[in-house]
């Protein structure tokens, strides 16, 4: 970037963050890029790109021809006074975009994320098992199955063998 005059994204995914114009940026690179290229901007820096104001070059669309887009960067890419201009309102908008208030803080676009959603009642906690009565149920459970299955084999004549044949 350091022996670059312009920097071109011509991005055509809308989504996220473009970090590589925000870096050029930084870099005091006049850019050009499509409306989706300066994703992430502000609504101002988003309008500048999209009418090819300073520090952007274009307006640059995919959908028309390479002539156009040489067009659109050979203005500044050619002109010294105006690649100085344009690459003096990369460096401001860059520093604009770092000084902006922190993301988080309680007016910051972020804020719903940190400062979470109000405290909910909850129910009181559920009280302490008593251990011997469920011991006792798990002995009662466990000899009414025993009695069941007694029965059971006592009705197969005592033998697990014609039990088991009884419910296959």
Not at 41 to 59: K, T, V, Y
Not at 111 to 119: E, I, K, R
């Amino acid at each position: 970037m350091r022996r670059s005059r312009v920097f071109a994204a011509p991005a055509d995914v809308p989504s996220g963050i473009s970090t590589k114009v925000w870096l050029a940026l930084e870099h005091g690179l006049p850019i050009a890029t499509t409306i989706d290229g300066s994703r992430g901007l502000p609504p101002a820096a988003r309008e500048a790109a999209l009418h090819g104001r300073s520090p952007f070059l274009g307006p640059v669309s995919l959908e028309q021809d390479a002539t156009h887009f040489a067009k659109a960067v050979s203005t500044t890419y050619c002109n010294a006074s105006r690649w100085r201009h344009d690459a003096l309102a990369a460096l401001q908008l860059a520093k604009d975009l770092e000084s902006r208030a922190p993301w988080t803080g309680p007016n910051g676009p972020l804020a719903d994320l940190t400062s979470g959603p109000a405290a909910m009642a909850c129910a009181a906690p559920p009280a302490p098992l008593d251990y011997e009565k469920q011991r006792a149920v798990a002995s009662n459970l466990i000899g009414a199955v025993q009695g069941r299955f007694n029965s059971m084999l006592a009705s197969a004549g005592g033998d697990c063998r014609n039990l088991m044949a009884t419910y296959d």
